[in-house]
């Protein structure tokens, strides 16, 4: 399971490889192992020249997807699933968390992850939206870490108010202009599409599942998927829960899922699956991380 691919890491983004270390990932994988998409699992299973089997993902849609990862993906040979958080293909906007994590670097507040952030107005805007209680003492007791944490499970539109109220607090532009546009556009999307990758859904606004009225999970998974179907012509069965933790979807959302036509869904419980595969709509993913070396 791979995010991002860039030589240099946005701020506190740790779910990146650099371009030469994921050649060589890919490199090592083609000889040692049969690269399937998510789609082909099956087939690909019966035909595997005994080697064990990996499938190559990436989450949320990133633009260097496109420019990084792509081209060494093409070169090889490799074909890869990449799942979509689709109402932010093709703009200019940057999903939450990055969105966060932006307005406490522009701001000069924190230089990384677990670093206190120790000032007044976090605090006020998030006693102002109900994140926190307490009195002045629990100023500087937040990391962006546990800020996070606090927003994930909020409905969307509270969650984006309390972004924009923090933004303009600092005074730091969230909406970067089309030079510096962080997610795939659908141009890039059909482009690699018709060069062996194969796109999934994501959600539309990358919500926690589990923590949204069911109507809404129906829309984020239909929504998602039809979206896709429309701008590629083409059927979409795969699917990525957002942030994909046990606690992140419900058996509800499975079965949504399941009769919205999903045939394989990836959560990023980490481990790896046997053939024949028995949960199909859970399927467990071995993240990389900023390392040269894999981890299975």
């Known amino acids: 399971m791979y995010h991002r691919v860039a030589p240099k890491a946005p701020p506190f983004f740790e779910s990146v490889i650099r371009p030469d270390i994921f050649e060589r990932q890919i490199r090592f994988l083609k000889k040692h192992y049969n690269i399937a998409s998510l789609e082909e699992i099956e087939s690909a299973a019966f035909n595997d020249g005994g080697k064990d089997m990996v499938v190559i993902t990436f989450d949320d849609g990133y633009r260097d997807n496109y420019i990084h990862a792509f081209p060494v993906l093409k070169r090889y040979d490799v074909p890869a699933s990449v799942f979509l958080t689709t109402d932010y293909i093709d703009t200019n906007r940057l999903l939450w968390f990055d969105e966060l994590a932006w307005i406490l670097y522009r701001s000069w507040l924190v230089t990384d992850r677990n670093m206190l952030i120790n000032d007044s107005a976090t605090y006020e805007v998030a006693l102002e939206f109900g994140l926190i209680s307490g009195g002045r003492e629990n100023t500087g007791r937040y990391t962006l870490c546990s800020l996070a944490s606090l927003l994930k499970p909020l409905p969307q539109v509270q969650r984006d108010m309390f972004i924009k109220e923090l933004a303009a607090r600092y005074r730091v532009n969230i909406w970067p202009d089309d ?42 998974i239909a929504g998602s998927k039809k979206i896709i179907e429309d701008k590629l012509q083409k059927a979409v069965t795969t699917f990525a829960y957002p942030f994909g933790k046990k606690d992140d979807y419900t058996e ?33 993913r071995q993240g990389v991380a900023t390392s040269p070396y894999l981890f299975f």
């Open 252 to 284: 509800q959302v499975v079965t949504i899922l399941n009769r919205e036509g999903i045939k394989r869904a990836c959560t990023t419980n980490r481990g790896t699956e046997k053939y024949p595969i028995e949960s199909p709509l859970t399927l467990k």
């Open 179 to 220: 030079n510096s546009r962080v997610m795939l556009s659908w141009d890039e999307v059909r482009n690699m599409a018709v060069n062996g990758i194969s796109f999934g859904s994501h959600t539309k606004t990358h919500p926690v599942l589990s923590a949204i009225p069911i109507a809404d999970v129906r829309e984020e």
